[in-house]
């Protein structure tokens, strides 16, 4: 197991199984927590390392590459291991680019992104009303917030965010087919500018392209 995951897979995956026994303090102390996050970012930029465990806490696949965020709305989500696949939000549709088959699948943002983890990354200030807040807690020098989808037709269940020193640096998402994606934050800035082009796709020539793109509103004159 790479040595930047601070905690055995078997201990994350099962963290908040006693999410029931917090009290209102816990679940108060979250949601602001949550709330300084969203109020006091508005980009991240950096690396990312991520594992898929099944549910007997099995390592089934390891990726990583780089995050570029730009809240509300915008972000670009790259994997560069094992394989090539790049993942953009512009604000109006999701772009989803796999370099090995060639494909291209895109999407209205608005369907792609509702009630899923990306969501509150990159979503606007009242992003918390779609997601109740069980709880927090306290780990190796991580605060732990779960939240829950209030969409019971979530592709995922709970979403784990995990803070160091206020900051995220972990998280924890768990899905509907009892499989766990963990995600390690490597090499981070906050709030420092992202130019505009870095959250705009073009799919190239000659790559099928399923699904078709939302048009930009044509404002009166």
Known sequence: MPMWWSAPVAMLSTLFLVSVSFGQDEIDSG???????????????????????????????????????????????????????????DGLNMWSYDVELEQVMVKAQSDALRSTPALLLGGSGDV?????????????????????????????????????????SRMLFGDNLDQTTLIALVDVSFNEPIADVVFRFTPPDGVDVVGAPVAEPVSDL
């Open 31 to 89: 949601e602001q927590l949550i709330k300084d996050f969203l109020r006091g970012t508005s980009t991240i930029s950096g690396r990312f390392e991520q594992q898929l465990v099944d549910a007997n806490n099995n390592v089934i696949e390891e990726s990583g590459g780089t995050l570029d965020i730009r809240r509300p709305g915008r972000f670009r989500w790259v994997y560069d291991d094992p394989y090539e696949q790049i993942l953009v939000a």
């Open 128 to 168: 918390l009303e779609e997601f109740n807040i069980d709880g927090a807690i306290e780990y190796r020098g991580v605060q732990w917030v779960q939240l829950r989808p209030k969409n019971t037709g979530s592709s995922f269940y709970k979403v784990e965010l995990g803070f160091t020193d206020g900051q995220l």
